[in-house]
């Protein structure tokens, strides 16, 4: 899991730094931000596992990594480095604040099965990054980004309230919540639709039978099987698995007895 989660963290690196097509400044900046903000959301998701369950864990550490990669995301190249920390602050612990407490409590949210958590990890911490985008957007960078004249075309709420532009910063806010509810009807459309026609094939779900015995254990296969998994190797040594094969290890152990 965590050769995977560097993984992932490393690619992410040419994913937000290839945005701006170019090996420009806004793509260093946007490496510098996804960094940032993917450190202070790991560290923001252990501090709450620390303070609420009393120790951290890897898995908590991997979902913080995660939610700050795709928070970062739609800001990345348009945001000055102070405001990828706030944006870690916040997808540290909304993101676990929705998993933690409010999927227990919210009766549709517990109706689906959201083994990875992906609605947590990706829905929630992808619409912050785009409502944070459109608080904190920089207008210059704007205009280095977006490769528009008018430096003041495109400019975050944050910057339109400092400048007297709060109509413009209103309406960039508006655009990022417009655009947060297209993905989510495009989603919701043609997932439904792709999984319709795959029902037509085969079933979406096994039965409760089927998923108590595993879904590759009804296939013959157990993918993280290990030998004596659930047994014991009887001997008249009676303590080491395999021990035929390493004589040398029973005898010491006999010495020690």
């Known amino acids: 899991m965590l050769a995977g989660a560097g993984l992932l963290w490393l690619g992410w690196s040419g994913f937000n730094g ?6 420009s400044t806004d793509a260093s900046l946007a ?6 903000c993917t450190a202070t959301s790991l560290l923001t998701w252990l501090l709450l596992d620390i303070v609420f369950f ?31 920390i706030p944006m870690g602050i916040l997808s540290g612990s909304i993101p676990w604040y929705s998993m933690m407490v409010l999927h227990k409590k919210i009766w549709l949210l517990k109706q689906v099965d959201d083994t990875m958590a992906v609605f947590h990890t990706h829905a929630v911490a992808g619409s912050l990054g785009g409502i944070l985008a459109g608080f904190f957007a920089n207008p210059k960078l704007n205009r280095i980004f977006y490769m528009v004249k008018d430096w003041q075309h495109y400019i975050g709420l944050a910057y339109g309230l400092q400048n007297g532009r709060t109509a413009a ?59 004596g998994d659930g ?3 009887e ?20 010495e020690m007895a």
């Open 31 to 36: 490496i510098l931000n996804t960094h940032v």
């Open 169 to 227: 910063g209103l309406k960039q806010m508006g655009v990022q919540l417009l655009g947060i509810l297209f993905v989510v009807v495009l989603n919701v459309f043609v997932t439904s639709a792709i999984c319709l026609l795959i029902r037509f094939v085969v079933p979406l779900r096994l039965t409760d039978e089927e998923l108590q015995t595993g879904d590759d254990a009804i296939h013959g296969e157990e993918a993280d099987a290990l030998w």
């Open 54 to 84: 009393g120790k951290p864990s890897v898995i908590g550490a991997t979902q913080g990594m995660i939610t700050g990669l795709v928070c970062i995301t739609p800001a990345a190249g348009v945001v000055q480095g102070w405001a990828a």
């Open 231 to 233: 047994e014991k190797y």
């Open 18 to 23: 290839g945005g701006p097509f170019a090996a």
């Open 235 to 254: 001997s008249k040594h009676n303590s080491l698995h395999g021990v035929e094969e390493f004589p040398q290890a029973v005898s010491k152990e006999v």
